[in-house]
């Protein structure tokens, strides 16, 4: 089955996200609208370098570049495509393809040299009439993989001239046209400005469609509700986690209603014992529970839910709703990214809370020179015990190293979900 993408758009200027091409007002946080874009139901994002320099581009390249690493849907870089280099660095930021610009006298020189370069499937060009097509159409649908339309009124004429598909991007919402538009059958996808603001309840769009026969990507469930094993009251218990850490945030219960809204909203939906209603999760707070995977265990009676938390889980303030230690016994974790997590902590602890006599806070008043001088001396020892062959030797030296590698982190800001991320999106 052939979906319809539907599409948000951020500007870049300076580094920042602004509202439009000629509305350079602050469109807000773009980790923010990132976070939105990422767990909302958007399918891509398309990317506007607004750069009137070649530093203002480099600005903006490290945007994008921290966007594909922060987001999981596909993202296009759009803007200040010049030559070759300029493509290779939009693909290596970690973009999914690049958007030439459909009215650049060079246009397809540079989708010759990126197609033999990286692919027929990574070059788009976007367009504001059909003069290209005329002028150009055979070259163009032998260098590229798909258009993006930036002007609605040409595109009768274009599915009419040229058999490549093409996405619209339109500058409102309208209910009518936006169907008229999604049933062509070169249309892709959609999107514009009323899908990249963050109130827009995109799965609710993606409902409305559904009625009209326009297909999009939602959740389906591989059972029915009748596949599962209910309790007393005819419910399923749900254990849920944060889809990134796996902590445990919540138990609740669904009905059927509430099992069918999640899958049809996107968002988690219980329902209240107590209140003896339906409720969305964060619908009055705003903590939503963005779905990331259901799965059923083996005896179909639980469903664990990996979910994108916004805000706090429990009603309390608190992270999770399981903060009530009742009795414990000292155990060492040894699930690795915990180890490092506790150590990075701990570091950043006596950063803030300096202590007399401890290495860790000597290090850090010698200041970052001295740090790297200590991870160059210790990648040397790795070295030398390898060298050496003597395996105790190598464990504590990468031991060592990695303890200054984390001070390193730590006095320079970096996270270890920011290095998780970063070797997840490699």
């Given at each position: 089955m052939e979906y319809k993408n539907l599409i948000a758009t951020i500007y870049l200027k300076n580094g920042m996200a602004v509202k439009g091409q000629e509305n350079r007002e602050s469109a807000g946080d773009w980790k923010e609208l990132a976070k939105v874009?990422?767990?909302?139901?958007?399918?891509?994002?398309?990317?506007?370098?607004?750069?009137?320099?070649e530093k203002e581009h480099d600005i903006n390249l490290h945007t994008l570049k921290e966007l594909c690493r922060v987001i999981e849907i596909p993202i296009y870089g759009v803007g200040y495509i010049h030559q070759l280099e300029d493509i290779k660095k939009i693909l290596y930021s970690g973009c999914k393809g690049v958007i030439l610009d459909g009215s650049d006298h060079n246009v397809i020189q540079?989708?010759?040299?990126?197609?033999?370069?990286?692919?027929?499937?990574?070059?788009?060009?976007?367009?504001?009439?059909?003069?290209?097509?005329?002028?150009?159409?055979?070259?163009?649908?032998?260098?590229?993989?798909?258009?993006?339309?930036?002007?609605?009124?040409?595109?009768?004429a274009l599915e009419n001239i040229i058999d490549i598909p093409f996405s619209v991007i339109v500058p409102d919402y309208n209910?009518?046209?936006?169907?008229?538009?999604?049933?062509?059958?070169?249309?892709?996808?959609?999107?514009?400005?009323?899908?990249?603001?963050?109130?827009?309840?995109?799965?609710?769009?993606?409902?409305?469609?559904?009625?009209?026969?326009?297909?999009?990507?939602?959740?389906?469930?591989?059972?029915?509700?009748?596949?599962?094993?209910?309790?007393?009251?005819?419910?399923?218990?749900?254990?849920?986690?944060?889809?990134?850490?796996?902590?445990?945030?919540?138990?609740?219960?669904?009905?059927?209603?509430?099992?069918?809204?999640?899958?049809?909203?996107?968002?988690?939906t219980y329902y209240s014992r107590s209140r003896d209603k339906l409720w969305i999760k964060g619908e009055t707070s705003g903590h939503y529970q963005y779905v990331k995977s259901l799965t059923i265990d083996c005896?179909?009676?639980?469903?664990?839910?990996?979910?994108?938390?916004?805000?706090?889980?429990?009603?309390?303030?608190?992270?999770?709703?399981f903060f009530q230690e009742l009795v414990k016994k000292e155990y060492s974790s040894k699930t690795p990214f915990n180890v490092f997590e506790n150590v990075y902590s701990t570091i950043k602890d006596r950063k803030q809370n300096p202590r007399e006599g401890s290495y860790?806070?000597?290090?850090?008043?010698?200041?970052?020179?001295?740090?790297?001088?200590?991870?160059?001396?210790?990648?040397?020892?790795?070295?030398?015990?390898?060298?050496?062959?003597?395996?105790?030797?190598?464990?504590?030296?990468?031991?060592?190293?990695?303890?200054?590698?984390?001070?390193?982190?730590?006095?320079?800001?970096?996270?270890?979900?920011?290095?998780?991320?970063?070797?997840?999106?490699?």
């Open positions: 874009y990422n767990d909302s139901g958007v399918d891509k994002l398309y990317v506007f370098d607004l750069a009137d320099s540079l989708a010759r040299e990126g197609s033999r370069r990286f692919g027929r499937e990574k070059m788009l060009i976007s367009m504001e009439t059909v003069d290209l097509i005329f002028k150009h159409k055979r070259e163009v649908e032998e260098l590229v993989h798909k258009l993006v339309v930036l002007n609605e009124d040409i595109v009768s209910t009518k046209r936006w169907i008229r538009i999604l049933k062509k059958d070169s249309v892709t996808g959609i999107g514009g400005t009323y899908l990249s603001v963050p109130q827009t309840d995109v799965m609710k769009l993606k409902v409305l469609l559904a009625t009209e026969g326009i297909e999009t990507r939602k959740f389906k469930s591989a059972m029915m509700w009748s596949d599962f094993k209910l309790n007393a009251d005819g419910m399923i218990p749900v254990i849920v986690q944060d889809y990134q850490t796996c902590e445990v945030l919540m138990l609740a219960y669904m009905n059927e209603e509430a099992f069918y809204t999640t899958l049809a909203l996107g968002k988690m005896d179909k009676d639980t469903i664990l839910a990996k979910v994108s938390q916004v805000g706090a889980a429990c009603h309390t303030g608190n992270p999770t709703c860790t806070n000597s290090l850090i008043d010698k200041g970052l020179d001295q740090i790297l001088k200590k991870i160059g001396e210790e990648a040397t020892e790795i070295v030398i015990a390898a060298k050496n062959s003597q395996t105790e030797d190598i464990k504590y030296e990468i031991c060592d190293f990695l303890y200054h590698l984390i001070v390193l982190m730590v006095e320079t800001g970096v996270t270890w979900d920011d290095i998780v991320e970063e070797l997840n999106r490699r």
